[in-house]
C-alpha cells in the first residue's frame, strides 16, 4: 500500500480539487483507493456524498486513529490511500505529511503560492519525506511567462511534476456532480492531464522503498503547529 498527501499551507491551491481527480485516475488504472480527508471542512467527505458510489470510499479520519486506521487498510488491501489535507500549517498537516510516502505540494503559478510552498517544503524535509510540487490552475495556453517562472522556481526547490494542470471548467464540474474529471469527460483534455499525473505519480512512489506502515511515527509536534488547536470533532474511522 502506498499513501499520497495533498499538502501546502495555501489554501485553495487545489489540493482537495487534485485528490479526487488522481483518486478517480489511480481508480481506473485499477487501484484500490480510499480516501481519508483530514481537513475539518470535510470537503472531499460531501464530494464523496454526491458520488453516491462505494467504488472509493471516504472517510474523515481524528488524528489519533490515522496510524491504525492505515494498518487497518493496509490489511483490507488498499492499494492507494489519498489524503487531502487542510490549508495551513497545523498539527492536522504535520500528521498528513507524517503518514505520507509522497508528499505533493501544489501551487497556482503566482509567488503567494510559491512563497507558501517554500514554507511547506521546509516542514516537509523536516518529516525527512519524499515531495514533489505541482503547478495547477495554469492558464491553459501555457506559453506564459508566470507559469515558465513559476514552474522553474518549483523545479529548483525540490522537483516539478508532470503535467502542468491547466484551469479547466471540468474539474469544477466534475466535483460538482461528485466525480473525477476522467468520468465527466473520458475524452477529454482535463481526463488526460489525470491520467498523465497518476502516471507520473506511480512512477515516483516506484522509487520510494515501501515503509511499514506500523512503523510509521507518530505526527511529531512542530513549533509552528498551533497549540492548543482543537481536533476535529469527527466520527470514528470504520477503517480504524
Ligand atoms: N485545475 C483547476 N481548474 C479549475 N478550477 C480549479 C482547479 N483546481 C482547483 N480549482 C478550483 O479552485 C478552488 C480551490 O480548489 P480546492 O478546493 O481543491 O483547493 P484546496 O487547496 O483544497 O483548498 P483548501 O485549502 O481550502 O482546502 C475550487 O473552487 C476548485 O474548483
Ligand atoms: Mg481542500
Redesign the pocket.
Known amino acids: 500500500m502506498r499513501t499520497i498527501a ?1 499538502v ?1 499551507q ?11 481527480n488522481i483518486a478517480v485516475a489511480a481508480s481506473e488504472a485499477g487501484e484500490k483507493v480510499f480516501i481519508i480527508d483530514l ?1 475539518p ?1 470535510q ?1 472531499l467527505v460531501k464530494w464523496s456524498k454526491v458520488r453516491g458510489e462505494s467504488d472509493i470510499a471516504v472517510e474523515h479520519v481524528p488524528l489519533a486513529k490515522l496510524p491504525r486506521a492505515l494498518e487497518a487498510l493496509e490489511k483490507k488491501g488498499v492499494t492507494l490511500v489519498v489524503i ?5 500549517d497545523s498539527e492536522v498537516s504535520c500528521a498528513a505529511i507524517h503518514a505520507a510516502d509522497l508528499c505533493i505540494v ?1 501551487a ?1 503559478p503566482n509567488v503567494f503560492d510559491l512563497w507558501a510552498s517554500e514554507a511547506t517544503r521546509v516542514r516537509v524535509k523536516e518529516a525527512g519525506k519524499e515531495y514533489v510540487f505541482l503547478l ?3 492558464p491553459p495556453a501555457q506559453q506564459n511567462a508566470r507559469v515558465e517562472q513559476g514552474a522553474k522556481a518549483l523545479q529548483a526547490m525540490g522537483g516539478l511534476l508532470a503535467p502542468l ?8 464540474e466534475a ?1 460538482r456532480h461528485g466525480l473525477g474529471a476522467a468520468e465527466l469527460n473520458p475524452y477529454g483534455v ?1 481526463a488526460a ?1 489525470m491520467q498523465e499525473l497518476w502516471a507520473s505519480v506511480k512512477r515516483r512512489l516506484k522509487k520510494i522503498p515501501a515503509a511499514r506502515v506500523e512503523a510509521r511515527p507518530a505526527p511529531a509536534k512542530t513549533e509552528s503547529a498551533r497549540p492548543g488547536r482543537p481536533k476535529p470533532a469527527a466520527k470514528a474511522a470504520k477503517a480504524a
Open positions: 495533498f501546502t495555501k489554501g485553495g491551491a487545489g489540493k482537495s480539487t487534485l485528490a479526487s481537513d471542512l470537503s487531502d489535507a487542510p490549508g495551513q501544489p497556482r495547477n490552475q495554469c494542470v491547466s484551469a479547466r471548467v471540468d474539474y469544477q466535483a482535463a492531464e
